[in-house]
């Protein structure tokens, strides 16, 4: 029973190209959504959120876009760098005193 | 200085035998959990502590027992381990047990033989 969903395990992106992540969500009462990013043999560590009362935030190179009807969001990079080479988690918070809830993850690789 | 820590590593044991697994978190946040990140690569929660008080239990094996003995520690027991508690097991902690985002630390490879 997968609540979060990416279904692409990974994606290769050449350097300055966008890069696009996709995550689909089935519980609507998930209210806030982020994106971690981690590197081999380090934790996750925190990239951007959105609220779901929102339906985009951006942070530098980074963009967050929300589609609550589709029960979607993605991520995009631009442009893409090397360093962005990862794997990339959505999760999603229902509210209250409740876990963040994980989708499997999507390993992306910025070729130079 | 960093933020959340684990000790050890890396972890390599036989089964039946019985390990801990540390988390220190120097952020002064309220909230600390663990996780597993299994084969499938799927991060789940299985236990959330505030203040020192557990929150949150997923269906977790009674043979792991975590212990806070202050907000800013949180322990992992596990008893006679098994071949399937091979995994990645990170803790992390959020300011409160509301907060959106959690800060994790480097994780822990337990390797069960």
């Known amino acids: 029973d997968q609540q979060v969903k990416q279904n692409s395990p990974s994606l290769s992106v050449q350097e300055g190209r966008i890069s696009i992540l996709n995550c689909d969500y089935t519980?609507?009462?998930?209210?806030?959504f982020l994106w971690y990013k981690k590197y081999p043999a380090e934790g996750p560590t925190f990239l951007i959120s959105i609220s779901s009362i929102k339906d985009k935030n951006e942070d530098g190179r980074f963009t967050v876009f929300l589609n609550k009807s589709a029960k979607h969001l993605s991520l995009h990079i631009v442009p893409s760098q090397p360093g962005d080479s990862a794997v990339y988690f959505c999760a999603a918070k229902p509210p209250g005193n409740t876990p963040l809830v994980f989708g499997k993850g999507t390993r992306l690789s910025v070729i130079a | 200085d960093t933020a959340v820590s684990q000790t050890p590593k890396y972890l390599v044991t036989q089964m039946g035998n019985d390990k801990s697994i540390k988390c220190e978190q120097n952020l002064g946040h309220d909230t600390m959990y663990w996780y597993k990140q299994d084969s499938k690569k799927f991060l789940k929660i299985m236990f959330s502590y505030n203040n020192k008080e557990l929150i949150i239990n997923e269906t977790v094996p009674n043979r792991f027992s975590p212990k806070s003995p202050d907000k800013a520690h949180l322990n992992l027991h596990i008893n006679s381990l098994e071949l399937g508690d091979s995994a990645v097991y990170f803790c992390?902690?959020?300011?409160?047990?509301?907060?959106?985002?959690?800060?994790f630390g480097p994780g822990t490879r337990l390797t069960v033989t």
């Open positions: 992390a902690s959020s300011k409160q047990a509301n907060s959106y985002e959690q800060y």
């Open positions: 519980n609507s009462m998930f209210d806030y």
